[in-house]
């Protein structure tokens, strides 16, 4: 699709849970704010990632040569046929505050980690080897078991071209996916969710939870969704006049249908109110439908990921899910605080996927981990780690290819104290786009990108 025709699209719609002062109706429906940098066209001439082969190793692989070769698939000739990429769906979890991939995802098998971070290494036999130099952290066992399964990869060192280590700055060229010059106004999966929209589609096509839009999100092209539940995603009226919430949902209808101003948003609601009134009616029923195959964390993130699940399960129709996990700005005593995330991030994705797979829809869903950026390779004063530049980022599903993609840290050569990163994220990007999504990378990047052997 052509810029010029995306551009022509409807403008932003947020749809969230709100109070209605007048008549006790809970539904926000209103154009985001603009992003604090000035609003500016997306270069389109951004410099492609390098397009040499990068070293995979796949699970279970524990040969110590970063350079061998893909290995082909062993997924099994009687496998179910793929999932069309218009019925497919990506959940993207972002990891906020900068998250420690170096005690993540650990290079236990090189001295200068050790020596680097005498205080909060991990040790050696407390690591989860991969092979005989990288391993995980000791709480992400239900990673592990994921790996093994050959259901996980980890893309090692992964960041852009003179990295940022403010966290603003660098979740900023994240979510817009424009390192060089001002963000763009218009998220990267904004800008897919544009590309694929259609008046009268599911207005939960693109779902964040929580009570604001991020960045990678935003669009005037296209509805979006905040959702804090989705069992509490519904008009409410006072419970004194149950009578009166068809009548209100009526007005409400009427007075969206022909706003008195016009303007992108306005037009976009009034165009779609009854498929957002019907999608509300469907989100309200989900949980008469959805009975859990796993047993779930007690935890805000698993809590999250369920409702995901239960909205997949329940054919919402939605592409893009979109979850946060803060904590990882690590500054003082890592190791406890990260340790807990680690449980956190990995018990809860394992359930998920588990969750999916009993509900038959796993080969339907594909999750991806990013942080705005990586730590310092030597650790502080405080037993913590400052802002850093590369890290790794995570790629989870039925359909992914298992392993080790890119090169392992080299704690020799390093930028300024931080890893040098290998693979663009926009590379990461391009495949999810193209390879899961079916869409065109260069439509919604600006520009070609090297893809990666992440899908199967």
């Known amino acids: 699709m052509s810029a010029a025709s995306s551009n022509s699209r409807r403008a932003f719609l947020r749809l969230g849970a709100a109070a209605g002062a007048a008549a006790g109706l809970a539904a926000a429906c209103a154009a985001p704010a603009a992003p604090p940098s000035p609003s500016a066209t997306a270069p389109t001439d951004a410099p492609p990632a390098p397009t040499e082969a990068t070293s995979v190793r796949l699970s279970g692989d524990t040969s110590p040569s970063a350079a061998d070769p893909p290995v082909p ?48 290494g991990i040790a050696a036999d407390q690591v989860l080897h991969l092979d005989d130099r990288i391993g995980l952290h000791p709480n992400l066992k239900s990673f592990k078991t994921l790996y093994d399964a050959g259901k996980l990869a980890i893309v090692q060192g992964v960041g852009y071209p003179n990295p940022n280590r403010s966290h ?88 969206y249908g022909k706003p008195a101003r016009k303007t992108p948003a306005l037009d976009l609601v009034a165009n779609d109110w009854d498929t957002t009134a019907r999608g509300v009616q469907t989100l309200s029923g989900l949980t008469e439908k959805y009975q859990p195959t796993a047993q779930y964390p007690n935890t805000p ?84 780690t400052d802002h850093g530049a590369a890290g790794p980022m995570f790629v989870l599903g039925s359909r992914v290819k298992g392993g080790l993609v890119g090169d392992d840290p080299d704690l020799q050569h390093l930028d300024d104290g931080d890893l040098r990163f290998g693979i663009d994220f926009r590379s990461v990007y391009a495949t999810v786009i193209e390879d899961w999504l079916g869409a065109s990378a260069p439509d919604v990047l600006g520009a070609t990108f090297a893809k990666l052997p992440l899908i199967a």
């Open 73 to 120: 698939s062993t997924a099994s000739t009687a496998a179910p046929a793929p999932v069309p990429p218009d019925k497919r769906t990506l959940v993207v979890v972002q990891l906020s505050g900068g998250h420690d991939g170096l005690n993540a995802v650990v290079p236990y098998g090189d001295g200068l980690y050790y020596q680097l971070r005498p205080q909060i």
């Open 168 to 255: 603003f700055r660098s979740m900023e060229i994240w979510h817009s996916a424009r390192p060089d010059g001002p963000a763009s106004t218009q998220g990267w999966l904004g800008a897919f969710v544009a590309e694929i929209y259609k008046s009268g589609d599911s207005p939960f096509q693109c779902v964040n939870f929580g009570t604001t839009i991020p960045q990678a999100l935003q669009t005037s092209h296209a509805p979006v969704a905040a959702l804090q539940d989705a069992g509490s995603f519904q008009f409410l009226v006072d419970r004194r006049l149950p009578n009166m919430k068809d009548p209100l949902l009526k007005t409400f209808g009427q007075m």
């Open 301 to 384: 993130l698993a809590h999250t990921l369920q409702q995901i699940a239960q909205m997949v399960a329940s054919d919402v129709g939605t592409r893009v899910f979109y979850v946060q996990l803060g904590g990882f700005d690590t500054h003082a005593n890592e190791k406890p605080a990260h340790a807990g995330l680690m449980t956190q991030l990995a018990d809860s994705l394992q359930a998920f996927q588990t969750d999916l797979e009993g509900h038959g829809r796993a080969d339907q869903v594909l999750t991806m981990g990013f942080s705005e950026f990586g730590r310092r390779v030597k650790e502080n004063g405080s037993q913590g």
